[in-house]
């Protein structure tokens, strides 16, 4: 990498750690504290209030990245860090379960993944491009990873609410993060000729990878549903969910690195693709069984299958949205990772509102073969996929 892309890379990392970091805190706890709230006792709209800033960010992923495309990519990064910001007071506030679910919806309306990933790509080229995007999607799992130690705590000391107004001064901080550390724009980009939404929309390889996103997310929050509860079943209390959690997590990081770079430099990025897919399919499986064995899950078992779960996941999150920023029409590249990212935000609402639906009316095993079928359905609309060829791009 030059050390523009480097400072790109580092800095746009930083900004979705911010705000993920944010997102993630509530996530292990949002069940058990959101129960507290008036409302809370259905399981369905619990998973709701969980999903539905998936669904916000559904609806304003597209007309933020096609306004980065005319507009600029900071400065819809900018206002849509406000919008999350805004979303998370009004969630710090929050008397019961109706104005928790509002502010989700505020949150996920600040929907800046596709300006975000835009502006990556556009400061890095095709040849570091995955590394890149791996940067991004380290520091998303990090986040995740470091939520797992910090929010049981955090939670016990100042509440739910008080991880929202955390999560509302991190977006600040974010702010201030692209207008003081982010590199200019490239200047080609004002130039540019602008695209479609209609030519992103009938590009075949682009839409495999929508779809992709899609599964993707939705069993990994549908999953989170279910596995907290698994966890205490196999005889670990919520605070020390943690110790599972990051040691999957951190090993993944080492299997990622150890594979994914130096496989894709010898050209077999589609067989590790494919591979990571199928992996969580079988991962799904095993989980279904546990969640049915006759003496509870096993905490051994749950261990080994998240490592499995991180391996194949972060392969995916760093992949995807390299492929998809690399087979994108440049002048259509915000539009392009817009829709990509609406079939990820899509993903979150679909597994958190319908995996509490699931839990509720059939418990974790169907939920969990739910998401195995998802998954090998994924893999036969993957199945046909090529990597892409390298292209220059900005080298400065």
């Given at each position: 990498m030059t050390a523009t892309e480097r400072r790109a890379s580092v800095a746009l990392a930083s900004i979705f750690a911010l705000r993920m970091l944010g997102l993630f805190l509530v996530l292990p706890v949002f069940a058990l504290e959101a129960a507290r709230y008036p409302g809370g006792d259905d399981p369905a709209r619990v998973g709701l209030a969980m999903g539905i800033y998936g669904l916000t960010q559904a609806l304003f992923q597209?007309?933020?990245?096609?306004?980065?495309?005319?507009?600029?990519?900071?400065?819809?990064?900018?206002?849509?860090?406000?919008?999350?910001?805004?979303?998370?007071?009004?969630?710090?506030?929050?008397?019961?379960?109706?104005?928790?679910?509002?502010?989700?919806?505020?949150?996920?309306?600040?929907?800046?993944?596709?300006?975000?990933?835009?502006?990556?790509?556009?400061?890095?080229?095709?040849?570091?491009?995955?590394?890149?995007?791996?940067?991004?999607?380290?520091?998303?799992?990090?986040?995740?990873?470091?939520?797992?130690?910090?929010?049981?705590?955090?939670?016990?000391?100042?509440?739910?609410?008080?991880?929202?107004?955390?999560?509302?001064?991190?977006?600040?901080?974010?702010?201030?993060?692209?207008?003081?550390?982010?590199?200019?724009?490239?200047?080609?980009?004002?130039?540019?000729?602008?695209?479609?939404?209609?030519?992103?929309?009938?590009?075949?390889?682009?839409?495999?990878?929508?779809?992709?996103?899609?599964?993707?997310?939705?069993?990994?929050?549908?999953?989170?549903?279910?596995?907290?509860?698994?966890?205490?079943?196999?005889?670990?209390?919520?605070?020390?969910?943690?110790?599972?959690?990051?040691?999957?997590?951190?090993?993944?990081?080492?299997?990622?690195?150890?594979?994914?770079?130096?496989?894709?430099?010898?050209?077999y990025l589609r067989a590790v693709f494919l591979a990571a897919v199928g992996l969580i399919a079988l991962v799904q499986v095993g989980l279904m069984v546990l969640a049915g064995a006759s003496g509870g899950p096993s905490l051994a078992g749950l261990g080994v299958l998240l490592f499995l779960f991180f391996c194949g996941f972060n392969v995916l999150e760093a992949t995807q949205p390299s492929l998809a920023s690399r087979i994108a029409p440049a002048h259509s590249r915000g539009a392009a990772l817009g829709v990509f990212n609406t079939l990820q935000s899509l993903g979150f609402f679909a597994g958190g509102a319908l995996g509490g639906l699931l839990v509720k009316v059939a418990g974790p095993e169907v939920l969990f073969a739910a998401c195995g079928g998802l998954m090998i359905v994924w893999l036969v609309v993957a199945w046909p996929m090529q990597a892409p060829g390298r292209q220059s791009g900005p080298a400065s």
């Open positions: 597209i007309p933020f990245g096609m306004a980065s495309d005319r507009l600029g990519r900071k400065k819809v990064i900018v206002f849509g860090l406000l919008v999350f910001a805004l979303g998370s007071f009004v969630a710090t506030w929050a008397p019961d379960l109706n104005w928790l679910i509002l502010g989700r919806s505020l949150q996920g309306a600040g929907a800046i993944s596709a300006a975000v990933t835009a502006l990556l790509a556009d400061s890095t080229r095709d040849e570091v491009r995955t590394k890149a995007m791996a940067m991004v999607g380290a520091s998303i799992a990090l986040m995740f990873a470091l939520s797992l130690v910090l929010a049981p705590a955090l939670a016990a000391r100042i509440g739910l609410g008080g991880l929202f107004a955390f999560t509302g001064a991190l977006a600040l901080l974010g702010i201030g993060a692209v207008i003081w550390w982010v590199p200019p724009e490239p200047l080609q980009l004002a130039h540019r000729s602008r695209g479609s939404l209609a030519e992103v929309i009938r590009h075949g390889p682009l839409l495999r990878l929508d779809f992709g996103v899609f599964v993707l997310h939705a069993v990994q929050l549908a999953m989170w549903v279910a596995l907290p509860a698994l966890l205490v079943q196999a005889g670990l209390e919520k605070s020390l969910h943690w110790q599972v959690y990051l040691p999957a997590v951190l090993l993944s990081f080492v299997v990622m690195g150890f594979s994914l770079f130096p496989l894709e430099k010898r050209g």
